[in-house]
């Protein structure tokens, strides 16, 4: 087995910081990861799907990380309504994994960076306890919790990436 190589800014988080900096940079590090996981692949690699019936791809997965950021940021950090999806619909729920055998991968790749940098300066300067303007299930939804969930959500799905990329050439690494 080969180990994959970061040609990315993939910085590791300090061991000594204060939370807000820290969970920034731990998120920070867990999308970073993604990227790497992707890295050097061609388009039909990036769309290769693991086991049927799953529809997960590594292209589903940036597609599905530009939706969770918008989500979490513009729709509940800031309050912004969302009544479509930048990749799913009401007709097809899941479209950010089910649409990608003819997605443009460079501009999903975009979308997702430009989500990125929309949720980083949602959250710049913001102190931990800021209360989202939009509820989630009826429940008030703090910065700290948005930080925290994002690394849970990056860090499980770049478990997922890690097989597929795995499935794709036989590369693997952190």
């Not at 791809?57 to 940021?73: I, K, N, Q, T």
Request: proline share 3%; charged share 25%; with cysteine.
């Amino acid at each position: 087995m080969t180990t994959t190589t970061s040609g990315t800014d993939r910085i590791e988080p300090p061991f000594a910081a204060d939370e807000n900096a820290m969970l920034a940079s731990w998120l920070d590090f867990h999308r970073a990861t993604l990227a790497v996981k992707c890295q050097g692949l061609t388009d039909e690699q990036l769309r290769l799907r693991s086991v049927p019936p799953s529809t997960l791809s590594l292209l589903g997965l940036v597609r599905h990380m530009a939706e969770v950021e918008r989500h979490w940021y513009q729709g509940i950090l800031l309050g912004e309504e969302h009544s479509e999806g930048l990749y799913w619909s009401a007709e097809d729920e899941d479209g950010d994994f089910n649409g990608v055998d003819t997605a443009d991968t460079a501009e999903a790749f975009a979308t997702w960076q430009a989500q990125i940098e929309l949720a980083r300066r949602a959250a710049e300067g913001l102190p931990l306890e800021t209360v989202g303007r939009r509820k989630r299930r009826g429940a008030d939804v703090t910065l700290r919790w948005i930080q925290v969930h994002m690394i849970e959500e990056y860090a499980r799905h770049n478990g997922h990436a890690d097989l597929l990329r795995e499935l794709v050439d036989g590369s693997t690494g952190e």
